[in-house]
């Protein structure tokens, strides 16, 4: 079934550690999103990604580095984790940049920092 | 920058009633506006989306939206609910006409949704 893979579903991470959580589509997408998803705030976006090589910050970049190296892959790290950082992330990917096309979104991937 | 408010946090109904949830946003050019669901334990999906002609928009599940452009709104409607739609409802807004911001969709903060039977 074609869609987004994130991993993993749940880490518990002690502060200070790194840690990179994967995203891959399946779908060809040009775009892809990093969101956090948090009780009472939304989802805010992290890190985007309008077409391979290419990233941008978003709402809540810092703490956050991504790359895409291809077409399929958008992983997010956390260099140094802080328990603010507790959260669950989503990965979205879409057709095109440029908001015209609807966001499919992976499972999630819930992170608790200690 | 762009901001999207949901007026209600937490909704609880009984089936059978009408629902409506508010949205509103800040930004006076050209947007394309999306309602995503995210039913308990899954991932969010989207319900409908308005991107430019009829501003009342047709949705899954029964579900349709108004777009009112005088009133920077974009209010989610079903008229009978049902338990199934219990879930948490976004909505969306990207600036369809801003280079700078294109392709960033902003979200509101969620409204939880509770049908009771």
């Known amino acids: 079934i074609a869609g987004i893979t994130q991993a993993p579903t749940s880490q518990i991470l002690a502060a200070g550690r790194r840690m990179t959580l994967r995203c891959t589509q399946d779908?060809?997408?040009?775009?892809m999103y990093w969101y956090r998803q948090d009780l009472g705030l939304g989802l805010r976006l992290i890190h985007y990604?309008?077409?391979?090589?290419?990233?941008g910050k978003g709402e809540v970049p810092d703490g956050y580095s991504v790359s895409r190296a291809n077409t399929d892959d958008f992983p997010l790290t956390l260099a140094s984790a802080v328990p603010s950082q507790t959260s669950v992330y989503f990965c979205?990917?879409?057709?095109?940049?440029?908001?015209?096309?609807?966001?499919?979104f992976g499972a999630g991937s819930r992170l608790t920092v200690l | 920058a762009q901001s999207v408010s949901q007026h209600n946090h937490h909704v609880i109904l009984s089936e059978a009633a009408s629902l409506e949830l508010g949205c509103n946003y800040s930004?006076?050019?050209?947007?394309?506006l999306f309602w995503y669901v995210q039913y308990p334990g899954q991932h969010l999906q989207l319900l409908l989306k308005?991107?430019?002609?009829?501003?009342l928009v047709k949705g899954i599940k029964g579900f349709e939206a108004e777009f009112i452009k005088s009133k920077f709104s974009f209010n989610l409607r079903k008229p009978s609910v049902q338990g199934s739609d219990t879930a948490e409802y976004f909505c969306?807004?990207?600036?369809?006409?801003?280079?700078?911001?294109?392709?960033?969709?902003?979200f509101g903060r969620g409204t939880q949704l509770t049908v009771w039977p």
């Open positions: 979205a990917s879409s057709d095109s940049g440029d908001g015209a096309n609807v966001l499919t």
């Open positions: 779908m060809r997408h040009n775009a």
């Open positions: 990604s309008n077409t391979a090589g290419t990233t």
């Open positions: 930004y006076g050019g050209t947007v394309n």
């Open positions: 308005y991107f430019s002609g009829d501003p």
């Open positions: 969306a807004v990207n600036a369809a006409d801003r280079g700078s911001t294109l392709g960033r969709l902003y």
